[in-house]
Every structure is written in structure tokens, then in C-alpha cells.
């Protein structure tokens, strides 16, 4: 009956307690947690696996990226800064020991 500490950052309710209205915050720790949590990492990990066909180009992994996360397709500024964002993490993860598929991945993970 504990609660996670995720969870905890969103002010999800005690489970062994009932209130009619619970607090509301919006606080840097709940970006911090998004960024940084086990759990948050994981699934971007598993979305980056899911989204990086093999086969499929640059182009159509982002634009289905997009479509999942925003039911839309990205703009030549979003594919721009996409590709520069690529480039620049796999770079510093490969300048970090990384082999290229390794930081590829990490690359997408991250974007």
C-alpha cells in the first residue's frame, strides 16, 4: 500500500485514503521526473525500438514517431532539428565509447 514515488510527483491520492478533492501541484520535480525516472527511460527505450525499423528511412521512422505521439506529422523545421539533434547525441555517444548502432539507439531514446 505504498505509493510509488512517481506516482507521487503527480499527486497521485494515498491508496488507503479517501478525500474529495486532492492538492494540485506543478512543480519543477515533475519535469525532472520525466526526465530522468527508471520507468520513463525504459519506455522511451521501448519506443525507440518499436519506432526504428531496420528498413525504414530517417523520414518515415520520425513521421511515425509523430503520428504516435501527436496524431500528426512532423514539419520540415521538426524533421530538421530532429535529424541535428540525431546527429549531435549520436556523435557524443559514440565520442563516449559507444558502437554506432548502441548510439543510434540511445539517440532515438533520447529524442
Not at 512517481?6 to 525532472?32: E, K, M, W, Y
Not at 527511460?41 to 531496420?54: D, L, T
Request: proline share 6%; glycine share 2%.
Amino acid at each position: 500500500n505504498f505509493l510509488s514515488p512517481f506516482l507521487a510527483t503527480f499527486d497521485a491520492p494515498i491508496p488507503h485514503s479517501t478525500f474529495g478533492r486532492r492538492a494540485q501541484s506543478n512543480v519543477p520535480a515533475q519535469a525532472l521526473v520525466l526526465m530522468n525516472d527508471p520507468f520513463v527511460m525504459q519506455q522511451a527505450q521501448a519506443w525507440a525500438q518499436k519506432v526504428r525499423a531496420p528498413t525504414q528511412s530517417f523520414a518515415a521512422c520520425l513521421t511515425g514517431m509523430y503520428e504516435q505521439a501527436f496524431c500528426r506529422w512532423p514539419s520540415q523545421t521538426e524533421i530538421r532539428e530532429a535529424r541535428s539533434f540525431l546527429s549531435d547525441q549520436v556523435a557524443f555517444y559514440e565520442q563516449e565509447g559507444q558502437d554506432s548502432e548502441s548510439a543510434a539507439h540511445k539517440a532515438w531514446s533520447d529524442l
